[in-house]
C-alpha cells in the first residue's frame, strides 16, 4: 500500500474506534434495540424493554415487530391501553404479524372487550395456519 492510501486507512479505522464515522448505523442500531427489547423481555424487565423498543421504533419507525414488542411490555406491565395502541400500529405496518393479532387480543381480553379479544385471536389463528403452510413452525408468531 502506498504512504497516502495507508493514512487514509489509519485515519478512517481511528474514526471508526472514535465512533466518528459509522456505516449503516441507523439500520443496525434499530436492529440493536430492538434485540436488547427482546431481552429485557426474557428477563422480565419490562420497563427497559420498553425503553429499548421506543429507540428501535425512533431509528426506524416502520419497525411492526419492535411496535408488537413495545405492545407485549405494555401489557405485562399492565397498561393495557397503551399496549394496544402499540399492537394497533404493528398491525397497521404489517397485517400479517400473527404475534401482534394475538398480543392485542390478549390486551383486549384484560379489558373485558371479549368481541375483540375473540376476532383477534381468530385473525391470529388464521394468520399462523396460512403461515405454518409457507414456513416453519415457528417462524410465523414473530
Given at each position: ?102 398480543g392485542r387480543g390478549t390486551a383486549y381480553a384484560h379489558k373485558g372487550d371479549y368481541d375483540k379479544a375473540i ?18 413452525p415457528g417462524q410465523c408468531l414473530r
Amino acid at each position: 500500500m502506498g504512504k497516502t492510501c495507508s493514512s487514509i486507512v489509519v485515519t478512517l479505522l481511528a474514526l471508526l474506534a472514535a465512533g466518528r464515522v459509522a456505516f449503516g448505523t441507523e439500520v443496525n442500531t434499530a436492529v440493536e434495540a430492538e434485540r436488547a427489547g427482546d431481552a429485557c423481555l426474557e428477563r422480565r424487565d419490562y420497563s427497559s424493554a420498553i425503553e429499548n423498543f421506543t429507540k428501535a421504533i425512533r431509528l426506524d419507525p416502520k419497525n411492526a415487530r419492535a411496535y408488537c414488542g413495545s405492545g407485549t411490555a405494555y401489557e405485562h406491565k399492565g397498561d393495557h391501553d397503551s399496549a394496544i395502541a402499540d399492537y394497533t400500529e404493528a398491525i397497521r405496518l404489517d397485517p400479517k404479524l400473527a404475534s401482534a393479532h394475538y398480543g392485542r387480543g390478549t390486551a383486549y381480553a384484560h379489558k373485558g372487550d371479549y368481541d375483540k379479544a375473540i376476532a383477534d385471536f381468530a385473525e391470529a389463528v388464521r394468520l399462523a395456519e396460512e403461515c405454518r403452510s409457507v414456513f416453519q413452525p415457528g417462524q410465523c408468531l414473530r
